[in-house]
T-cell receptor, first 114, second 110 residues
């Protein structure tokens, strides 16, 4: 298993709360990604980063924001959670470069907003 | 941008039979094609991948074929077992970002 971690694994929270989902990897990977996935459904890219101080929005519009201050960490923040944010959030990383494109996924955070 | 279509959306096979999942992509510059398996409640895990300079790759019961001209690639699982039941995702990329197919639910009936 790749060393990529996500916390919390499960989160139930009320509408309007601010939440931060943590993602960290100990492999020194430059490239990191956040995906949103409803159970058994397609993975939608919502944010990505190619290195420290680099962040980009993904293909799926999201009200979340991300930061990349350190190589190891790529937290995702929702300023005001809504029921429509209920989903699973998966973090992934890879080193980048030719022959090193394989993305490794974290275990995911299941978010339920009441 | 890249678009990946995956078929079928669900597939039921008898244990021991073969399963084939097909994907097409739109960007001819894509050069990396991984396949992920996601069991219920688990993270997606890479099971096999192929690069554009190769036409076929095998790993025990799993094989992937790539047709660059037609822009499609397929996953073949032989001698299916109940533990092969999962959701399978194909993806394509030409650098860093992966574009995923919508997934195939594979059920292996024993």
């Amino acid at each position: 298993e790749a060393d990529i971690y996500q916390t919390p694994r499960y989160l139930v929270i009320g509408t309007g709360k601010k939440i931060t989902l943590e993602c960290s990897q100990t492999m020194g990977h430059d490239k990191m990604y956040w995906y949103q996935q409803d159970p058994g459904m397609e993975l939608h890219l919502i944010h990505y980063s190619y290195g420290v101080n680099s962040t980009e929005k993904g293909d799926l519009s999201s009200e979340s924001t991300v930061s990349r201050i350190r190589t190891e960490h790529f937290p995702l923040t929702l300023e005001s959670a809504r029921p429509s944010h209920t989903s699973q959030y998966l973090c992934a990383s890879h080193p980048g470069g030719q022959g090193r494109e394989t993305q490794y996924f974290g275990p995911g955070t299941r978010l339920l907003v009441l | 941008g890249e678009n990946v279509e995956q078929h079928p959306s669900t597939l039921s096979v008898q244990e021991g039979d073969s399963a084939v999942i097909k994907c097409t992509y739109s960007d001819s510059a894509s050069n990396y094609f991984p396949w992920y398996k996601q069991e219920l409640g688990k993270r997606p895990q890479l099971i096999i991948d192929i690069r554009s300079n190769v036409g076929e790759k095998k790993d025990q019961r799993i094989a992937v074929t790539l047709n660059k001209t037609a822009k499609h690639f397929s996953l073949h699982i032989t001698e299916t077992q109940p533990e092969d039941s999962a959701v399978y995702f194909c993806a394509a990329s030409k650098g860093n970002k992966l574009v995923f197919g919508a997934g195939t639910i594979l059920r292996v009936k024993s």
